[in-house]
Nanobody
């Protein structure tokens, strides 16, 4: 089992920034690729960003490319999502997820463990 706990969500004005963090425990962190997904009310969960086990390969949804940055610290068992130039359409619950095998995936069904989510709200 892997336990994932997100933090850092909140309310911010459009154009502002937030940094989400996800702390992992329970298994060897470097066995897992990590991803961030989000879900707005009435919509399906969507991919945001992912990073491989080593931290040298990342993928982003087109909607966040150039504004969001995913990173990981394998010594601290954490993964972060720096979100800049936030827009009202970024409002959602953001979830951290772990994918055993270490390779990057944009598909939610490939992820084995999920956090409880943290709310991000961007006002216009």
């Amino acid at each position: 089992q892997v336990q994932l706990v997100e933090s850092g969500g909140g309310l911010v004005q459009a154009g502002g920034s937030l940094r989400l963090s996800c702390a992992a425990s329970g298994r060897t962190f470097t066995n897992y690729a990590m991803g961030w997904f989000r879900q707005a009310p009435g919509t399906e969960r969507e991919f945001v960003a992912a990073i491989n086990w080593k931290g040298d390969m990342t993928y982003y949804a087109d909607s966040v490319k150039g504004r969001f940055t995913i990173s990981r610290d394998n010594a601290k068992n954490t993964v972060s999502l720096q979100m800049n130039s936030l827009k009202p359409e970024d409002t959602a619950v953001y979830y951290c997820a772990a994918d055993y095998g270490g390779y990057v995936s944009m598909k939610s069904q490939n992820y084995d463990y999920w956090g409880q989510g943290t709310q991000v709200s961007v006002s216009s």
